[in-house]
């Protein structure tokens, strides 16, 4: 079973100038979090993933691949709003060193709760590796419950949430319910903390792209029940962080990892790299 505690990492895919993928600078950036973090997200939502290609898709995968070379889990983000796409495109997947799949809610489509229940469900029967939820309401137009999420936890392929709904009352009903090894996982950065004192395991982070070691370090004195230790780190970007989702997602991101050299700053249409105010607000809050 893939351990899920600790901090995992939503990688960016850097691209060139040019809008083909940095190939080079992906490696990099694999093994900058490498030094810090438990395990990699690829091809997420940060790593946007909806404007990448299937060959893109999978050039992504395989650099990442080589550059961790199985020394840590590696879980692969698939999911949309067609289910049966999702699983026809399963088939012809290289599933080779995936230890798991994040899959998102359906979105645009606003099922019921019975719909998201039964897509999972569905899912998770063809899925050839473990699932875990993502509940990011803020993209997808629909929550998915606290109800639902427990339901699920019953489904043997299914293995824990990312929750990024930002309600906590919620992710403790998701703590009070679930089978003990089924993982509630963080989807914001900074209520982490927080939800790891409810029952939380760790983290899906954005920042830990920049910061691998300093943001484990806070997620790991959480775990030790360190607070205050863990408070002088999230401190530091409490003005930061709101600045990372201004205008998209990960468009902040990127920006914080330029101005720290390790890559560029070029998102895909209809993102936008970060305006010249953001970008000098993002320097100042660093």
């Given at each position: 079973m893939i351990n899920l505690h600790g901090t995992g990492v939503a990688l960016v895919t850097p691209f060139l100038a040019d809008g083909t993928v940095d190939t080079a600078g992906l490696a990099n950036i694999t093994k900058h979090v490498m030094q810090g973090v438990d395990y990699i997200v690829a091809l997420g939502t940060t790593g946007e993933s909806a404007t990448l290609t299937t060959k893109e898709k999978d050039l992504v995968l395989d650099t990442i691949r080589t550059e961790m070379a199985g020394k840590k889990p590696l879980v692969l983000g698939h999911g949309g709003n067609d289910t049966a796409k999702l699983i026809s495109q399963m088939k012809d997947m290289d599933f080779t060193g995936v230890d798991a799949v994040l899959s998102v809610s359906p979105f645009y489509n606003k099922p019921s709760q019975a719909g998201i229940l039964t897509h999972y469900q569905t899912f998770a029967d063809a899925c050839p590796v473990p699932v875990i939820l993502y509940n990011v309401p803020g993209r997808t137009g629909s929550n998915m419950s606290a109800?639902?999420?427990?339901?699920?936890?019953?489904?043997?392929?299914?293995?824990?949430?990312?929750?990024?709904?930002?309600?906590?009352?919620?992710?403790?009903?998701?703590?009070?319910?679930?089978?003990?090894?089924?993982?509630?996982?963080?989807?914001?950065?900074?209520?982490?903390?927080?939800?790891?004192?409810?029952?939380?395991?760790?983290?899906?982070?954005?920042?830990?792209?920049?910061?691998?070691?300093?943001?484990?370090?806070?997620?790991?004195?959480?775990?030790?029940?360190?607070?205050?230790?863990?408070?002088?780190?999230?401190?530091?970007?409490?003005?930061?962080?709101?600045?990372?989702?201004?205008?998209?997602?990960?468009?902040?991101?990127?920006?914080?990892?330029?101005q720290l050299g390790l890559c560029g700053d070029t998102v895909r249409l209809p993102l936008l790299s970060a305006s010249a105010g953001l970008a000098e607000r993002i320097r100042k809050a660093i």
């Open positions: 109800a639902t999420t427990l339901e699920l936890a019953r489904h043997p392929n299914i293995i824990g949430t990312k929750e990024a709904s930002g309600n906590v009352e919620q992710c403790m009903a998701i703590a009070k319910g679930k089978r003990d090894d089924f993982c509630l996982i963080s989807g914001d950065d900074l209520l982490t903390p927080a939800l790891i004192a409810i029952g939380a395991e760790g983290v899906i982070s954005v920042l830990a792209n920049a910061w691998p070691k300093e943001f484990n370090q806070m997620v790991k004195w959480s775990l030790d029940n360190k607070y205050a230790e863990a408070s002088s780190i999230w401190k530091k970007w409490l003005d930061l962080n709101p600045l990372l989702y201004e205008e998209g997602n990960p468009v902040g991101i990127k920006a914080v990892m330029k």
